[in-house]
């Protein structure tokens, strides 16, 4: 059982990596003594990781560290450097990544409506209030959290052996107190765990948070496509361990691996990225940011869109092509893809010469979302129902390209 599961690990390494410290799967768990339903995570990932959910939004909060009258750094009163909420769902084909300004004035959960950054949520309450406070501010339910020490960059980065990055501009910045310290020139480069914290972290410039919020989101593609490299595979255990040590996480080890195990081949160029449009405010000598107009509601309506109804992902779909006449490419299997529905197989008996009078739709079995979308997706045809105690399938018999518009 320990050696499958140490397998699994390897190949849903990078996936876990990624969630963990760019979109909020967290905690890579390695230990002789961990239990993994190895065959259910596998044969039954969807199932796993949402349940009956048709997505999750997961919380990632990168902690930032505090330090005393004798430069000892702690997390007690640390503040979140980092904000960001992804939303995953089961097909795997979506995925989307808001960035949430940490300066940005909000009501803080837990202090009766008092305002202030939304990064103190987490020196007022932890994770909860954190959590409490995004909830409130974008009015919507967070499923999961993710907690990431500031320093589990360093040693990630630091463990591959660097990351290259392309530094835009000239960065400097001393922060004696913080013990941050940030020399960078401009040019493509290996930065180092330090510096890559450093670039990370940097915004004293005219960009301000927006550029570190930037920074972020490119910093993350680079580094997973640095974990892609094969060269790291002998590194992925020490590494997975190096990282579980400092994040936390209220997601189960199972979800872990099942969200990893749908999201492997995920292309990076899909991940949809935003964040919360804001303007300057100062009050009392204090710069804060200040959501604008219609924010954060349309963000929130443009980055996560109603998703496809989950359920149709399991319902394969057969299209009969009885068309006759100049052979034109069949698109319409696009149409059900795009809704949400799995895998679409095509059938010619056209080519047979077989005919039929009408384009008409099958819903075989009971599935009460085919039923509901079919009428959506394609109005103007017939839709017939057949009873079976098997699986739900729909099937597309299709006349001629005129019916479907």
Not at 124 to 129: D, E, K, T
Not at 232 to 237: A, E, G, L, R, V
Request: proline share 5%; aromatic share 8%.
């Amino acid at each position: 059982m320990l050696a499958k599961l140490f397998r699994l690990l390897k190949r849903l390494f990078f996936a876990l990596v990624f969630f963990a410290v760019g979109v909020g799967i967290c905690a890579i768990v390695f230990a002789p003594e961990a239990t993994i339903e190895t065959v259910k995570v596998v044969t039954t990932p969807k199932k796993v990781a949402f349940g009956q959910k048709s997505y999750l939004y997961i919380l990632l909060c990168g902690l930032d560290y505090s330090y005393d009258s004798k430069a000892q750094r702690h997390t007690k009163d640390a503040r979140t450097d980092t904000i960001m909420v992804v939303r995953v769902e089961p097909r795997a084909k979506d995925m989307s990544l808001l960035s949430v300004p940490r300066d940005l004035l909000v009501p803080i959960a837990g202090t009766d409506g008092a305002y202030d950054k939304i990064n103190s949520a987490y020196s007022v309450g932890g994770i909860g209030a954190t959590k409490r406070t995004i909830e409130n501010f974008l009015k919507i339910k967070i499923d999961h959290t993710i907690t990431v020490k500031s320093d589990v960059i360093a040693d990630l980065v630091d463990g591959l052996g660097g990351v290259p990055i392309n530094v835009e501009k000239q960065m400097d910045y001393d922060d004696n107190w913080a013990n941050l310290h940030i020399h960078l020139s401009p040019g493509e480069q290996v930065l180092t765990g330090t510096q890559t914290v450093g670039y990370l972290r940097f915004r004293n410039d005219e960009e301000g948070d927006f550029g570190r919020i930037r920074r972020q989101q490119q910093f993350l593609t680079a580094l997973i496509r640095e974990l892609k490299n094969v060269k790291h595979i002998p590194k992925y255990k020490s590494l997975a361990e190096a990282v579980s040590q400092k994040m936390s996480t209220d997601l189960s080890v199972e979800q872990m691996f099942a969200l990893a195990n749908l999201y492997r081949n995920f292309p990076l160029q899909n991940i949809s990225k935003g964040r919360v449009e804001v303007a300057d405010y100062f009050e009392n000598g204090i710069s804060y940011l200040i959501p604008i107009e219609g924010e954060p509601s349309n963000t929130i309506r443009e980055l996560f869109p109603p998703l496809p109804d989950a359920r149709l992902g399991d319902i394969p779909v057969i299209i009969e092509d009885y068309r006759t006449g100049e052979r034109r490419k069949l698109t319409v299997g696009n149409r059900f893809i795009r809704a949400g529905f799995g895998q679409v197989s095509i059938l010619s008996p056209g080519r047979q010469g077989k005919t039929i009078d009408q384009t008409s739709l099958l819903i075989t079995g009971q599935s009460e979302a085919a039923e509901k979308v079919l009428p959506k997706l394609f109005p103007r045809l017939l839709i017939f129902k057949k009873k079976s105690t098997g699986e739900p399938t729909v099937t597309l018999r299709l006349r001629a390209d005129e019916d479907l518009r």
